[in-house]
């Protein structure tokens, strides 16, 4: 008994006993802050809004009883304020990168280019946004890698979101052969588009014609189609193609190569020889 | 196009039919062909699709005594119902209708066309049924609705002749009728160049003769600006026959929102 009232009377252990608690009280109401937001707005808001208010509602309700803590410690707000002031720049200048990472996932979770669960290309890097944090971005590309990418490199280069719209165009490069009629491969074409359900009736396909190729006439030939079907229609409408011209008779050509002898050219003597196997025994 | 076949019954083929283990109900139903056999506790479903042949008016569905050949999806039920039903049901998005050549219709005046879609067939087996899968009568090519390529709706793609006539109509036992009725209130002529029927919001009807129909839509195009008023009608249409009830909309139709629908959602962005 002696022990526990010498205790209580002893008042700055008191105070950090207060403090502990409230840091503990406050840990646990954050956590169920955080899942209070999850339950009452999860239905309504996309993954990445979600992810942000969880967060705020965590970090503002631990932030509350943190100060709370200090004060009951006896440090004085403004003074920690001010610390932290000077403390800031001090770690600015030895951390730049990792502040430049900060402040690039502000503007980015800001700008929303792209939200969780988008499908994004950096570089040379195509996948799914699993997670848009403080220092960086995650992905998880398609052959099932974790990719890390820094928020800094983000904001500096060139992002393209693939999931943004609903309709996506493909466009197939192709050419055939110099003798074809190009009204008739358009049509051809254009019969080909029609008959494949994957294929949007509108936008309507795309026919142009794109120059006189070394060996071929070269055509650009665009089809839309949902996002989700874009590799079906990718596949499925090349083998059509393929088929459509081998039935029309239309020829794909390979690179066509003629040679001269000079000036006064003329012709390479050819001979025309049978294969050995059916050439007479004598 | 329009001859009935009189040696089997037309219009009964969405009824439940009774079907013993070891055979098979077969519809066929337009261009589609589809089988669904009882094997023990599974039903075995086949589907083909003829696209060469002119069947557009065929409706036949009759129980076999043999299972199908080959099928391509097994579905099991643990209580093997003998109850199965075809039931037709309108396609689950919009369907955008285009002319095969251009429709106007000069000001002042006041028509009726008759566009078709091609309906989908729900099987449902058991008691209370248990939906095994949808299936459409008819392939139907995707298409894209809106002013632009970032925002609109994505519809199935029909092609129709806009037949004003009601005799003229050739019977197809696979697709719907949706009667249109367009009223233009302006001085000048209007340009029929597709249109976005809104067919999940609409109820589908059954007739005598084996046609299947919708309510009949009603659009006004006024005088200012770009708004129509469009009302889709709560009676069966008028066609001179009695009508039985299908199948409900598959979703709510929002007043407001169709009332509001300015004429170039629904009529495309060069429809006017």
Redesign the interface.
Known sequence: MPLIDALLANEPLLSILRAAILVAAGFVLAMLASRLVRRLLGPRLSAQTLQLARRGAFYGVLALFLASAMRELGFSLAVIMGAAGVLTVAIGFASQTTASNLISGLFLIGERSFEIGDIIRVGSTTGEVLSIDALSVKLRTFDNLFVRIPNESLIKSEVTTLTR???RRFDLMLGVAYKEDINRVQEVLMAVA?R????????PPLFVFTGFGESSLDIQFSV???RE?FLALRNSIAAAIKAAFDQAGIEIPFPHRSLYTGEATRPFPVVLVDPPDRQSPE | MSQVESRTSRTDWWRPRRVGDGRSLELQLGPLSLAVGRSGGAWLVAVSREEARDTASRARCRVRRRLPEQFEARYVQAQSAEWLRFEPLLADRPVVVRPYRPVFLLSHEEVTLYLSTPVFIRVAAGDPPTVLREIPSQPMSDTWFGPNTRSGELCFAGRTHARHRLEELPVRAHRAITPLRIRNATETALELEKFSLPVPVLTLFGAGNGSLWTQQITLVREEVGDLARVAIEGQPPDIGQTLERLAGPRQDPERGNLVLRTFSALFGAGGH
């Not at chain 1, 494949?196 to 936008?203: A, F, G, K, S, V």
């Open positions: 719209f609903p309709i029609e494949n359900t994957l294929c949007l009736d509108e936008p839309w189609a949902r079907n």
